[in-house]
């Protein structure tokens, strides 16, 4: 009955939101995106096994699944401290009602379950476990194998809410995961066969299956002792402390009549949790042209190499950038009824992101190894970054009218706010701009030839910086009182 309850508080406090209805088209697209991944997780536990058994005729594929099962545990927990959403409830009611607080914190707990995170799993693992079973491997240890691998998903899951108390331990996720990558890239040493015989021994063992259910029996009596011992009226009222650090911020004022602005959001970066959170998602983009510079296929398509180009500096252009005014919103009122230039406010935010492609380019230095070429290709996409999608992203800004909670502990990837349909007609432009300009003077001349036009391209559009960053004050001009309504909305 208690449980009944909260699911009716849950869907009452979901459905009153002043912001359903304009929540309403990102929830479709998420549904729509939970659906595309859902259908390749089921697609690809269905064909795994086949794939293994063509690429590599003379093993076992189930046993050269659970080799690298341990990529998926590593990247699993990296990828749930990114983007899964702990659980919330308004507990402060719940604490003067007659409602045990055991009943509270199961539901809290539980309610992890019917997490997309968890299911994702399932879609993969229940086809594997079928065709395993079709393919002649005995049906009771598959299902031992398969009630050992949920577990250990659940083990993540739990896991996940320590993980976020604790900050060292994802970043030792993180090193070991790209340690064991790389070591194995290069052929140094593959940890694989010795992870394997462990995931292996819930096929060949079966008993071993108590190991998991320990673990996950564990970690979620240990997340319980937890949440219980912070479960008072006292903890939940009392107001949260925090220290600042005060940054010397003088060197900022060579940048003149900018420099106040760019000390306010050097200070907002640092000080609230959403923009740091930002500014780690933008510090990972310079990992994607790993994806793309290391496969072969890639380099018969080199107008994928200026897409991922793109992106390896212009992360912090693309988290960041895209937000831009929403991360003034909580302050935007008072700020607009001072005497500040649109201008430089605008140029500011400019300036803030040229530099974070500058630094993002340095950052690329080790992408050398690839070649000149692929270098070369990343100067010109940090040209182009720096020189055109720059004035896209803030032409984008005065589109964006979604306020944003600076220091709400929403994860990064998952957290909605700040953005709408909008943005992805914006980042048209930005993605296929580069390709398109590479791709023609490639087509008709050479290889140079379209990564030349591609660094001319953000050369032209710093010659015309004036020109654009007018064009964009004036549509902030315009929109400006419709910006300052919508953000004095609060959800």
């Given at each position: 009955m208690?449980?009944?309850?909260?699911?009716?508080?849950?869907?009452?406090?979901?459905?009153?939101?002043?912001?359903?209805?304009?929540?309403?088209?990102?929830?479709?697209?998420?549904?729509?995106?939970?659906?595309?991944?859902?259908?390749?997780?089921?697609?690809?536990?269905?064909?795994?096994?086949?794939?293994?058994?063509?690429?590599?005729?003379?093993?076992?594929?189930?046993?050269?699944?659970?080799?690298?099962l341990i990529y998926w545990v590593l990247g699993d927990l990296a990828l749930r401290y990114f983007m899964?959403?702990?659980?919330?409830?308004?507990?402060?009611?719940?604490?003067?009602?007659?409602?045990?607080?055991?009943?509270?914190?199961?539901?809290?707990?539980?309610?992890?379950?019917?997490?997309?995170?968890?299911?994702?799993?399932?879609?993969?693992?229940?086809?594997?476990?079928?065709v395993l079973m079709v393919q002649g491997y005995h049906p009771v240890m598959v299902l031992l194998w398969f009630i050992s691998i949920l577990s250990i998903s659940f083990s993540?899951?739990?896991?996940?809410?320590?993980?976020?108390?604790?900050?060292?331990?994802?970043?030792?996720?993180?090193?070991?995961?790209?340690?064991?990558?790389?070591?194995?890239?290069?052929?140094?040493?593959d940890i694989t066969p010795y992870t394997g015989v462990f995931f292996n021994s819930f096929?060949?063992?079966?008993?071993?299956?108590?190991?998991?259910?320990?673990?996950?029996?564990?970690?979620?009596?240990?997340?319980?002792?937890?949440?219980?011992?912070?479960?008072?009226?006292?903890?939940?009222?009392?107001?949260?402390?925090?220290k600042f650090k005060n940054y010397n911020l003088e060197f900022l004022n060579r940048f003149g009549t900018l420099a106040t602005f760019l000390k306010n959001d050097v200070k907002m970066?640092?000080?609230?949790?959403?923009?740091?959170?930002?500014?780690?998602?933008?510090?990972?983009?310079?990992?994607y042209g790993l994806l793309i510079f290391t496969q072969d296929i890639y380099k018969d398509m080199p107008v994928f190499l200026a897409f991922a180009a793109m992106f390896v500096t212009g992360g912090f252009l693309m988290t960041f950038g895209q937000l831009v005014p929403s991360w003034d919103s909580e302050y935007y009122k008072l700020m607009m009824s001072q005497n500040v230039s649109y201008k430089q406010y605008l140029e500011s935010k400019w300036l803030l992101m040229a530099i974070g492609c500058a630094v993002s380019f340095i950052l690329s230095t080790p992408y050398i190894y690839f070649g000149w070429d692929i270098f070369a290709m990343i100067a010109a996409g940090a040209s182009f970054n720096i020189g055109l999608n720059s004035f896209i992203t803030l032409y984008g800004g005065a589109?964006?009218?979604?306020?944003?909670?600076?220091?709400?502990?929403?994860?990064?990837?998952?957290?909605?706010?700040?953005?709408?349909?909008?943005?992805?007609?914006?980042?048209?432009?930005?993605?296929?701009?580069?390709?398109?300009?590479?791709?023609?003077?490639?087509?008709?001349?050479?290889?140079?030839?379209?990564?030349?036009?591609?660094?001319?391209?953000?050369?032209?559009?710093?010659?015309?910086?004036s020109y654009f960053l007018k064009l964009i004050e004036n549509l902030y001009q315009k929109t400006k009182y419709k910006t300052i309504s919508a953000f004095s909305e609060k959800k």
């Open positions: 208690t449980t009944k309850r909260f699911l009716s508080l849950e869907w009452k406090q979901f459905r009153r939101s002043s912001f359903f209805e304009k929540g309403l088209a990102i929830k479709i697209l998420m549904l729509l995106g939970a659906l595309y991944f859902a259908s390749i997780a089921v697609l690809a536990g269905i064909g795994v096994f086949f794939i293994f058994k063509t690429s590599v005729p003379d093993q076992d594929p189930f046993a050269l699944i659970n080799n690298y899964q959403q702990l659980p919330v409830m308004n507990i402060k009611p719940m604490l003067l009602l007659p409602i045990k607080r055991q009943s509270v914190i199961q539901f809290l707990l539980l309610k992890t379950s019917f997490s997309f995170f968890n299911i994702l799993p399932l879609l993969f693992f229940i086809p594997l476990a079928v993540i899951n739990f896991l996940n809410f320590i993980l976020n108390k604790n900050k060292t331990v994802f970043f030792v996720v993180i090193a070991l995961l790209a340690a064991f990558v790389g070591l194995q890239y290069f052929n140094v040493f096929y060949k063992v079966g008993y071993t299956v108590v190991l998991p259910l320990a673990l996950v029996i564990f970690l979620f009596k240990m997340n319980y002792r937890l949440l219980r011992a912070n479960f008072y009226v006292d903890g939940a009222v009392q107001a949260k402390k925090e970066i640092t000080r609230n949790a959403r923009p740091k959170q930002v500014l780690i998602m933008s510090f990972l983009f310079l990992f589109l964006n009218r979604v306020p944003i909670e600076l220091n709400q502990k929403a994860k990064a990837f998952s957290n909605t706010q700040g953005f709408n349909p909008t943005q992805l007609l914006i980042a048209l432009p930005k993605i296929l701009g580069p390709m398109l300009i590479f791709y023609v003077p490639y087509k008709l001349i050479n290889f140079n030839a379209g990564i030349i036009v591609l660094a001319l391209s953000g050369v032209l559009g710093l010659i015309f910086k």
